[in-house]
């Protein structure tokens, strides 16, 4: 029951993810805020490669950083961060679909050069905070970031603000 409550809200906040990266146009990769932040381009490919965490986390009871190399990829387009973002989102639904939920209490860990950096901790906690809670924490400052440079931004729960102050009119 837990794998079904996690596969239903996986689908539904990837939709949202979908409709948040189809909403940036390039024009706006380029934004950041302050100096020391990550442009819109880079937070909307970070999103994205968050997706391409769920196998190591769901099936897998240390995430090896060793093993493991970050790509970006090209975010000189948002059309090439949709395209990351919809194969790595496959790759995490297959991860969770395939995963043991009498594995969910498991110790998980992440670790690097020999020693444990991040954990170890119930691995449904590490699900709930690592991946999902952590998708949705980066959402939010996209969202703000677009907003910033003027961009629509679609609605994720509820009408947005410009769709609220149509309903009443």
Do not use: C
Request: charged letters at 20%.
């Amino acid at each position: 029951m837990i794998k079904q409550a996690f596969l239903g809200e996986f689908q539904h906040e990837a939709e949202n993810t979908r409709k948040l990266l189809s909403m940036i146009p390039d024009s706006a990769l380029e934004y950041r805020p302050q100096p020391h932040l990550w442009s819109v381009g880079e937070l909307a490919s970070h999103i994205a490669e968050v997706y391409n965490w769920y196998e190591d986390t769901f099936n897998s009871d240390v995430f090896n950083m060793d093993n493991y190399k970050y790509d970006k990829g090209d975010i000189s387009k948002a059309s090439n961060i949709v395209e990351k973002f919809e194969a790595n989102q496959k790759m995490a639904l297959n991860a969770i679909e395939k995963s043991d939920e009498s594995q969910y209490m498991n110790p998980w860990s992440m670790s690097a050069d020999g020693k444990i950096f991040f954990g170890p901790m119930p691995k449904i906690q590490v699900i709930r905070g690592f991946l999902y809670n952590h998708l949705y924490h980066h959402r939010g400052e996209l969202i703000s970031h677009l907003r910033a440079t003027g961009n629509k931004v679609p609605s994720l729960y509820g009408p947005n603000y410009e769709e609220s102050q149509q309903i009443g009119q």
